[in-house]
Antibody
Framework: EVQVVESGGGLVKPGGSLRLSCAASGFTFSSYSMTWVRQAPGKGLEWVSS????????YYADSVKGRFTISRDNAKNSLYLQMNSLRAEDTAVYYC??????????????WGQGTLVTVSS | DIQMTQSPSSLSASVGDRVTITCRASQGINNYLAWYQQKPGKVPKLLIY???TLQSGVPSRFSGSGSGTDFTLTISSLQPEDVATYYCQKYNSAPFTFGPGTKVDIK
């Protein structure tokens, strides 16, 4: 069974940093692109960042470019999101999602339960 | 960047009604369009990809159509368990933008 489990959320002050982790199991992690999607309280889904299977391709939303860094460790079946210079508007539940295969590469059939990041003084 | 819009933003329909949600891309995206369902307090669930391909395990009352810039998600007979917010998402190229969502409830 495909499983992705996020961790690392919490309360952080504006301007602070946080590192999210996503532990994957039940599939060959090194064969799939991975993605972070966030959802602010009461709001819609916002795509944040994606990374290809071998880290060759990395994409960011404009809202986080230059502040967030996505990375992965295929040996540890883990995905990361380093978040710096955090702002109040980054407050959200952050979901880790596995992408689909082949031409469905950036469709997201598998999601974690999410980890809440709250940016507040 | 390509913008995604959805209409309506919310709707209320009776059990058994046919429900249609529209998603529009500001530029053509071929058929690189997915639909997700998010029930209150739950994780998003993939319903349809490639505009019209039903994800495994999704009830057949859900269907998708469209190509280019205009897409629709149809629920042929609305059920109480379909109360949710529905999002479209483009995936032809980054950014892999979601639409703003359509909230569906029962009248």
């Amino acid at each position: 069974e495909v499983q992705v489990v996020e961790s690392g959320g919490g309360l952080v002050k504006p301007g602070g940093s946080l590192r999210l982790s996503c532990a994957a199991s039940g599939f060959t992690f090194s064969s799939y692109s991975m993605t972070w999607v966030r959802q602010a309280p009461g709001k819609g889904l916002e795509w944040v960042s994606s990374i290809s299977s071998s880290s060759s391709y990395i994409y960011y939303a404009d809202s986080v470019k230059g502040r967030f860094t996505i990375s992965r460790d295929n040996a540890k079946n883990s995905l990361y999101l380093q978040m710096n210079s955090l702002r109040a508007e980054d407050t959200a539940v952050y979901y880790c999602a596995r992408a689909g295969a082949g031409s469905s590469g950036y469709v997201f059939p598998n999601w974690g339960q999410g980890t809440l990041v709250t940016v507040s003084s | 960047d390509i913008q995604m819009t959805q209409s309506p933003s919310s709707l209320s329909a009776s059990v058994g009604d046919r429900v249609t949600i529209t998603c529009r891309a500001s530029q053509g995206i071929n058929n690189y369009l997915a639909w997700y369902q998010q029930k209150p307090g739950k994780v998003p669930k993939l319903l349809i990809y490639a505009a019209s391909t039903l994800q495994s395990g999704v009830p057949s009352r859900f269907s998708g159509s469209g190509s280019g810039t205009d897409f629709t998600l149809t629920i042929s007979s609305l059920q109480p368990e379909d109360v949710a917010t529905y999002y479209c998402q483009k995936y032809n190229s980054a950014p892999f933008t979601f639409g703003p969502g359509t909230k569906v409830d029962i009248k």
